[in-house]
């Protein structure tokens, strides 16, 4: 058990445990649980030392930490559809602020109670959830928005946020009947939304990018977009790019097919621009 000098403990970091228990991790808690307002808990690699306790009892730590506000629990190598995760209970209200899920599969069973108890909740990250889970977040009114799963029902409900200021969509899986495109194409819809960031979306294309940036050009509010890994970018997208007039900070990563001469688009332009080991150039601000 945490306790003696660290009875006042804000904040706490759990990483690389490997003499993890789902119990022992609860009891380890007990002596800060009370004012515990950030937890990260950070299991991805300690896999092999967990054993049959694996019980990802994170709805457990929810309910023993009245005060947390930040809570992030990472097991990217368990599939939490089949862990023993308990309920919260119908009366049970958390002041979570911002939730971060990761894990190799997650079901709406996974965390339903946790969005419906949450009222305060402004920012949900959820990496390796199913459409079920997606549809019901966009339901939910979020600043920032972090999914790794998107599905055909997603530009219609998308486009309902009222409060959306950015999304992140990284490593997106769409289903056969639903692209990245359509991502794109819905995305200039969210009248909210101030930045986005993109990346490892093999499927994206060129003509997508450059559809999706001329529509931002009138945009009210977009002021930051960063691409990472997107080989589909090439000049031609730059010039796009470069036209969004309320654009004010572009970070360009990792993406092979963009030169020099593209570069030269923002010469003049008001955007900070940050291109980092794209094709052969490295670290160019502007």
Not at 95 to 115: G, P, T
């Amino acid at each position: 058990m945490i306790s003696g000098n660290f009875s006042n403990l804000k904040h706490l970091n759990l990483t690389y445990c490997a003499a993890y228990s789902g119990s022992g991790l609860i009891a380890g808690l007990g002596g800060v649980a009370e004012t515990l307002t950030k937890l990260e808990v950070n299991l991805a690699e300690a896999v092999n030392e967990i054993g049959d306790d694996a019980t990802l009892p994170y709805k457990t730590i929810l309910s023993i930490c009245p005060n947390l506000e930040q809570f992030r629990y990472d097991h990217d190598v368990c599939d939490v559809s089949k862990a023993a995760l308990g309920s919260l209970g119908p009366a049970y209200t958390s002041k979570l602020i911002q939730f971060q899920l990761k894990s190799s599969r997650i079901e709406l069973v996974n965390i339903e109670d946790i969005l419906e108890s949450s009222p305060e909740l402004r920012s949900l990250e959820l990496n390796g959830c199913t459409s079920a889970v997606v549809d019901v977040a966009l339901a939910k009114s979020f600043n920032e928005l972090n999914l790794r799963t998107l599905f055909q029902g997603f530009a219609a409900k998308a486009a309902n946020q009222s409060t959306l200021q950015k999304i992140s969509l990284t490593e997106i899986f769409c289903d056969a009947r639903f692209t990245i495109a359509n991502v794109l194409d819905c995305l200039p819809d969210i009248a909210t939304l101030r930045k986005v960031e993109m990346a490892w979306c093999r499927s994206a294309s060129e003509s997508a990018i450059i559809r999706f940036c001329k529509r931002l050009q009138s945009h009210p509010y977009i002021e930051a977009i960063t691409f990472e890994d997107l080989n589909c970018i090439t000049d031609e997208s730059l010039k796009s790019l470069a036209a969004i007039k309320g654009l004010r900070n572009l970070r360009l990563a990792s993406i092979e097919n963009i030169t020099e001469q593209g570069i030269q688009f923002f010469a003049g332009s008001s955007i900070k621009l940050n291109v980092l080991a794209c094709g052969a150039m490295y670290d160019i601000c502007i």
